[in-house]
């Protein structure tokens, strides 16, 4: 039999098996785990054309326009059209007025040998249906009948209006100022009247008075 391998020689060859060993071991190890990974998917696969494949770019507020600027036209101060941003042509704000001031004409008109219907017919032609069944009111029209007609005053009324207080869709209130020029001489009581809210609705085509108090009791249209 050939001799042993001497105890030194054992030993190298034994240490060098396990490390030979211990370095295929590592291999494989990190090689198989690799390799499964890229194996195993790491979703559903994805279908071309879809969003996923096309990524769109993180919106930016203070970004730049991706279209031309279309610039609104402009008007120089001395040529803006003012009439144009109101919902009334100027016809129509005169056709207006021109009812609120005859309404407050016919209101300071007033001749006592007349029957008291005869003086509320004049402004109920003007008023809306609504508002001509309450002009005979003691707290409207009807009061001031009672004044004239008890003083036995024949009176001419007159108006005219001073301004707009507010406007809507469909109505504007005017403040008009009053008088009631009276014929008759001893008459106890101020020829004017002071200014009044004048509310006046479209109805039909044309205009009529919604409402009719003094300026002071805040008439600020159909409300």
Known sequence: MPNPLPERTQRLVVIGLIAALAGFGIYFSLGGVSGDREEQPTGPPREPGTAQDEAEP??????????????????????????????????????????????????????????????????????TDEYAEVLSDVNRAGAFWEEMSEAEAVAQGRAEVQEIRTFGSDSITFVVTAQSITETGDAEFDEDLGDFAVTVIRERGSWAVFDFQPASAGQYGEE
């Open 58 to 127: 993180p919106s930016s507020p203070g970004g730049s326009a991706t279209v031309p600027p279309s610039p609104i036209p402009t008007t120089e101060a001395e040529d803006l059209d003012v009439l144009g941003w109101f919902p009334f042509t100027e016809a129509e704000f005169q056709a207006a007025g021109a009812t609120a001031q005859a309404f407050t004409e016919a209101y300071g008109t007033i001749d006592y040998s007349e029957s008291p219907e005869a003086y509320y017919s004049s402004m109920e032609a003007l008023a």
